[in-house]
């Protein structure tokens, strides 16, 4: 029976591992493991015997997998990382996403500049796919500010949905052989085309098995007041489909920014989704006064919470993967900042408390029941 809550925290300077009970009373913490080079993804795979996965991206000495077999008590390199074939022209910058496949060994690695991996044989040994790597748009992505990079993959079944900044949303309805730009009604406000066939800067994207079909997206608003080429672009921030990412529509109103990073589906609430709405130009908490913001009914209305939170002067900034929800049966929200500290919200996050006050600038938070 699964008994201990792990967290992954993938930082600026290595990866640390934080365990507690199911209580979740006290969080005690190891690492850093890769000390000093930055982690920005991270996966506690649950798979028969439990093990994490963490990226640790060298701009000097290359890029490494790390992986541990006794949940964060020590990490070995893998024997290889994902790379571009000699000819390909590109080169490895960093790796953002790393998620489980449908097969035991099985890893998906979506990395920077903007290209997915596959590894049949828990990260030993990596081939790319073309797909979406040598997709005929893939020479035209241009990076957003944090790079290149593919951020997102969900695989539904058939279908998989990957995240691009700055590229949009990509589907494949075929397991990953052939992708689709599936924008339609995500808007770019840096572009004259407000709504272009592709080329959004996608910041994250979440579902839920209980509602086929239903995705979530945080995606780059904070364009309401432009006044450039192609005019205002309001509420374009945060959406949802209905029908598996081939359109999309608006589920900002009432919400204090459009702009954010993550966006995170209650486990055991398809309606229940949450967002943390930061200031468009600074990139921090509106008025200095961190809250998340939560939707109950799927994104029609918005409320705030924040009870434990600094009430002034707090000017937080959550990254795309530096927030996660457990799936206890009464889950835990956590997210991280880039000044270090990692927040816990207990009771599906109607009170908060800082975990650790002082780590370095948080990439990557995930979470896992073990």
Same mark, same amino acid.
């Given at each position: 029976?699964?008994?201990?809550?792990?967290?992954?925290?993938?930082?600026?300077?290595?990866?640390?591992?934080?365990?507690?009970?199911k209580t979740r009373k006290r969080f005690d913490l190891r690492g850093p493991f890769g000390p000093g080079?930055?982690?920005?993804?991270?996966?506690?795979?649950?798979?028969?015997?439990?093990?994490?996965?963490?990226?640790?991206?060298?701009?000097?000495?290359?890029?490494?997998?790390?992986?541990?077999?006794?949940?964060?008590?020590?990490?070995?390199?893998?024997?290889?990382?994902?790379?571009?074939?000699?000819?390909?022209?590109?080169?490895?910058?960093?790796?953002?996403?790393?998620?489980?496949?449908?097969?035991?060994?099985?890893?998906?690695?979506?990395?920077?500049?903007?290209?997915?991996?596959?590894?049949?044989?828990?990260?030993?040994?990596?081939?790319?796919?073309?797909?979406?790597?040598?997709?005929?748009?893939?020479?035209?992505?241009?990076?957003?500010?944090?790079?290149?990079?593919?951020?997102?993959?969900?695989?539904?079944?058939?279908?998989?949905?990957?995240?691009?900044?700055?590229?949009?949303?990509?589907?494949?309805?075929?397991?990953?052989?052939?992708?689709?730009?599936?924008?339609?009604?995500?808007?770019?406000?840096?572009?004259?085309?407000?709504?272009?066939?592709?080329?959004?800067?996608?910041?994250?994207?979440?579902?839920?098995?209980?509602?086929?079909?239903?995705?979530?997206?945080?995606?780059?608003?904070?364009?309401?007041?432009?006044?450039?080429?192609?005019? $205002?672009?309001?509420?374009?921030? +945060?959406? %949802? =489909?209905?029908?598996? #990412?081939?359109?999309?529509?608006? /589920? *900002? &109103? !009432? @919400?204090?920014?459009?702009?954010?990073?993550?966006?995170?589906?209650?486990?055991?609430?398809?309606?229940?989704?949450?967002?943390?709405?930061?200031?468009?130009?600074?990139?921090?908490? $509106?008025?200095?006064?961190?809250? +998340?913001? %939560? =939707?109950?009914?799927? #994104?029609?209305?918005?409320?705030? /919470? *924040? &009870? !434990? @939170?600094?009430?002034?002067?707090?000017?937080?900034?959550?990254?795309?993967?530096?927030?996660?929800?457990?799936?206890?049966?009464?889950?835990?929200?956590?997210?991280?900042?880039?000044?270090?500290?990692?927040?816990?919200?207990?009771?599906?996050g109607e009170k908060f408390e800082c975990l650790f006050d002082a780590l370095p600038p948080i990439h990557?938070?995930?979470?896992?029941?073990?």
């Open positions: 029976m699964a008994d201990r809550v792990v967290l992954t925290i993938g930082t600026k300077k290595g990866v640390f591992v934080a365990e507690a009970g080079v930055p982690v920005y993804s991270t996966l506690v795979d649950t798979r028969g015997t439990p093990g994490i996965y963490a990226s640790s991206c060298n701009p000097f000495f290359g890029m490494k997998v790390l992986k541990s077999t006794d949940m964060g008590k020590s990490f070995k390199e893998t024997k290889s990382a994902p790379a571009f074939p000699k000819d390909d022209g590109r080169a490895l910058i960093n790796i953002w996403s790393i998620e489980p496949g449908s097969a035991k060994k099985e890893l998906w690695a979506g990395v920077e500049p903007a290209s997915l991996f596959k590894s049949y044989d828990g990260g030993d040994s990596w081939e790319m796919v073309p797909g979406i790597s040598n997709h005929e748009h893939s020479r035209k992505w241009n990076p957003g500010n944090g790079g290149l990079c593919m951020h997102t993959i969900i695989r539904d079944g058939n279908r998989v949905h990957l995240g691009i900044s700055t590229g949009g949303h990509y589907l494949s309805e075929d397991g990953g052989q052939t992708f689709t730009a599936a924008n339609t009604g995500v808007g770019a406000g840096f572009q004259p085309d407000p709504y272009p066939e592709f080329g959004q800067c996608v910041h994250k994207i979440a579902r839920h098995d209980d509602a086929p079909g239903r995705l979530y997206m945080q995606n780059h608003g904070g364009w309401a007041n432009w006044t450039g080429p192609g005019g $205002p672009r309001p509420d374009i921030g +945060v959406l %949802r =489909s209905d029908d598996h #990412g081939h359109t999309w529509r608006s /589920i *900002a &109103k !009432g @919400l204090p920014s459009d702009f954010g990073f993550p966006i995170v589906v209650h486990p055991h609430d398809a309606d229940t989704v949450y967002v943390m709405p930061l200031e468009p130009m600074t990139r921090t908490c $509106p008025g200095g006064a961190p809250a +998340v913001w %939560r =939707s109950e009914n799927g #994104g029609e209305s918005w409320s705030r /919470i *924040a &009870k !434990g @939170l600094p009430k002034k002067q707090s000017y937080f900034t959550i990254l795309r993967d530096a927030m996660t929800i457990d799936d206890l049966k009464t889950p835990a929200l956590y997210f991280g900042t880039t000044t270090g500290q990692l927040w816990i919200g207990r009771e599906s990557n938070v995930k979470v896992a029941v073990v």
